[in-house]
């Protein structure tokens, strides 16, 4: 997947081709006046394709969220019951001052009906571990987290197998 500031496009490799002795993939993007990119084959290893640092939770009563800025102010915004969220482990693991979330939209549970605007995506918020262990379960192998209009979504499931579905279709996710 391709990803820049406003949105994330599948894009395939088409064959590949040896350059100075290493080998390279060849991109084709369709949006861009038919541009095509070769990347080294090296970033689409196990080591580029580490999706652990996500995991899908559902809320399981009402929290506030408090603002993802640097003073984590009050203005955040209300996780209702059922809400699916996204959260970075990192936060989790490194047992930082509040849990990192991300959900689609100021009010989450319209991710859990699976409606919303994708105007308003991606919004995060901060928790505290504690209340986060009190409000928050991890969801199911196969609950969506919804983006881009719900036409991509992870899962528990498609993060331990290293990426998401677009349009219900499985893909490989790599950065670099």
């Given amino acids: 997947n391709y990803t820049d500031e406003n949105d994330i496009e599948t894009l395939k490799t088409h064959g590949w ?7 390279y993939y060849k ?6 006046d038919d541009a095509s990119v070769y990347i080294n084959t090296k970033y689409f290893t196990k080591k580029y ?6 995991t899908v939770y ?20 209300w996780y209702g019951k059922g ?3 996204l959260v970075n482990n990192f936060s989790l693991w490194n047992h930082d001052k509040y849990v990192d979330t991300i959900t689609p939209m100021w009010d989450g549970k319209h991710n859990a009906m699976k409606m919303f605007d ?4 991606n919004f995060g918020g901060e928790i505290t571990p504690s209340d986060f262990k009190n409000h928050c379960s991890k969801a199911s192998a196969n609950t969506k987290f919804l983006m ?10 498609s993060l331990a197998r290293g990426g998401m579905y677009h349009k219900g279709h ?3 996710v790599y950065s670099r």
Avoid at 27 to 32: L, S
Avoid at 118 to 121: D, F, K, S
Avoid at 148 to 157: F, P
């Fill in 170 to 172: 499985f893909y490989k």
């Fill in 148 to 157: 881009n209009y719900g036409e991509d979504w992870y899962t528990n499931a």
């Fill in 27 to 32: 991109i084709y993007h369709y949006f861009t």
């Fill in 118 to 121: 994708y105007t308003e995506a």
């Fill in 49 to 54: 394709n580490d999706m652990s640092y996500l």
């Fill in 83 to 85: 809400d699916i969220i």
């Fill in 17 to 23: 081709k040896y350059i100075n002795g290493v080998k």
């Fill in 58 to 77: 559902r809320v399981n009563s009402k929290i506030k969220a408090l603002a993802d800025d640097m003073q984590h102010t009050d203005d955040g915004m």
